[in-house]
């Protein structure tokens, strides 16, 4: 039985060449669900062997190119693989037009259905349950609309039967983000969180300014919720010294790592 995350893409907004943009495939014993789908995603996906078609979910974190820019382009390769079942998109109410303009200019043939999940909710919210994983989703502090995941994993009783020492295992998903008071609560306890680490602590302004976190912020994060392991990236283009950068996360939190392309983390 597996519940692991792969980290796809964990540069920030502008390219860089060994770093694709925000996306995350979480594959709950064999169920997979994307987590944004920043530019180039799809390539990503081959590198990291998923398959197109078994994408049970996609959930979007918000509307800006990052985190959304390759989801046209893997919509039109479902299509063209003949994918059938249909397909949960959840994310901002901006995602009803976009998606709109998707199946109307190029997904009119596609053979799926897509069902976009409009997000409202101001707290913690269940907006997607299967016999795998139960997903909720909950605001977060950013220049725009923009929500965070967490997942769950929901073990049956058959699946204790076969391993009667499973404990279910929990990871959440915190994209772009100020600090704010609610958050370490909204993630308490998870197995793994995610947090963005887009500056070092000394570019804190700068941080602020643009409703993101600094390594000490996503850090201090994870402590207050007691999460067992924090993973960061989303880094700025500025970022070039990574020692330096874990090692201010690992000051406050000492179980940190500094996400590549590629990196699996089995949970
Ligand atoms: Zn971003
Ligand atoms: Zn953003």
Not at 70 to 91: A, V
Not at 131 to 155: M, Q, T, W
Not at 179 to 207: I, N, Q, R
């Amino acid at each position: 039985m597996n519940f692991s995350v792969t980290t796809m893409g964990t540069a920030s907004a502008m390219p860089v060449s060994d770093r694709n943009p925000s996306a995350q495939m979480l594959n709950a014993n064999g169920r997979l669900f994307l987590i944004d789908c920043g530019e180039g995603t799809q390539q990503q996906i081959r590198r990291c062997h998923f398959s197109f078609v078994r994408i049970e979910a996609v959930f979007i974190s918000h509307i800006h190119g990052d985190h959304l820019f390759g989801l046209f382009g893997l919509l039109n390769t479902m299509g063209m693989y003949g994918r059938k079942s249909p397909l949960d998109i959840y994310g901002p109410k901006a995602l009803v037009g976009i998606i709109h303009f998707y199946t109307f200019y190029f997904g009119a043939g596609d053979p799926f259905e897509i069902r976009v999940h409009p997000l409202t909710c101001k707290s913690p919210e269940v907006v997607h349950e299967s016999s795998y994983v139960k997903v909720s989703a909950f605001p977060l502090n950013h220049k725009i609309e923009c929500f965070g995941y967490r997942f769950d994993e929901n073990v049956s009783e058959h699946r204790l039967a076969i391993d009667p020492g499973r404990r279910p295992k929990s990871y959440a998903y915190c994209s772009d983000t100020k600090p704010f008071p609610e958050l370490p609560g909204w993630v308490k306890g998870v197995d793994c969180l995610y947090h963005e680490a887009t500056f070092l602590d000394s570019m804190a302004d700068k941080a602020d300014f643009r409703y993101h976190s600094t390594t000490v912020q996503a850090a201090e994060c994870a402590l207050k919720a007691g999460a067992g392991r924090l993973i960061v990236g989303h880094y700025s283009t500025r970022i070039t010294d990574f020692e330096a950068y874990l090692e201010e996360c690992r000051r406050v939190f000492p179980e940190t790592f500094a996400a590549s392309d590629g990196d699996v983390f089995e949970l």
